[in-house]
């Protein structure tokens, strides 16, 4: 058990630019999930997948956004023409498919500095 | 719609105190998941525990135990003996059952031991 991966663990943009972000669950998990925690604050849900099926999408996330899963194994997270309310913290999580209200196993993250 | 409320913001105390953390949360669903995380400064959230709205017995592991009371809507978390690794923001989470899989998460408790 490797624990959940995030790429990079900081991105410096300036506005106005694209950025991708990379996750790589825990390997038995078929579940992901992106969450953004600002400065002081819990982190707030932004989107599931269960497999490559993106089954929920938080109000959070504007078309700017886009979270993909295409091998139902890794995760990418873009916005694109990124903006100052940008700067965050982004957080993938994973579980287990057995059951229901299992834990989710956070990565790191990946902190969003918006210049 | 769901909330978890954590009112303290920011707790001090000397090592080898008691602490416990306060943790209230709002839902009409009658089942749901309550969980408490651990960030330390590295900043990946820990997962500590799960409880489940039928679950209403008390648990102690080690240093840590939980007191979940339906009655009052609050999961509160005590660290007995307080340690300098201890730390961290402690959050509080719900899931509902029927709502999907993302995490409402409170604002956190920031604790620090002091030696």
């Known amino acids: 058990d490797t624990g959940v991966s995030q790429d990079p663990r900081h991105k410096i943009t300036k506005r106005g630019q694209n950025v991708t972000f990379r996750c790589d669950p825990i390997?038995?998990?078929?579940?992901l999930y992106w969450y953004r925690q600002t400065l002081g604050q819990g982190p707030e849900f932004l989107t599931y997948f269960q497999n490559e099926a993106q089954l929920e999408k938080s109000r959070l996330l504007s078309d700017r956004f886009s979270a993909e899963r295409p091998k139902g194994s890794f995760s990418t997270l873009e916005i694109q023409r990124t903006e100052q309310g940008d700067s965050a913290m982004y957080l993938c999580?994973?579980?287990?498919?057995?059951?229901?209200?299992?834990?989710?196993?956070f990565g790191d993250g990946t902190r969003l500095s918006i210049l | 719609a769901q909330k978890v409320t954590q009112a303290q913001t920011e707790i001090s105390v000397v090592e080898k105190e008691d602490v416990t953390l306060d943790c209230v949360y709002e839902t009409r669903d009658t089942t749901y998941y309550l969980f408490w995380y651990k960030q330390p400064p590295s900043g990946e959230l820990v997962f500590l525990i799960r409880r489940n709205s039928f679950d209403e017995q008390n648990e102690i592991s080690g240093r840590y135990s939980w007191n979940f009371q339906k009655s009052t809507s609050s999961f509160n978390f005590t660290i007995t003996a307080s340690q300098v690794v201890d730390s961290a923001v402690y959050f509080c989470a719900l899931r509902l059952e029927n709502a999907g899989n993302m995490l409402t998460f409170g604002g956190g408790t920031r604790l620090m031991v002091k030696p």
């Open positions: 999580a994973s579980s287990s498919p057995s059951g229901t209200g299992g834990p989710q196993h």
């Open positions: 390997s038995e998990h078929n579940r």
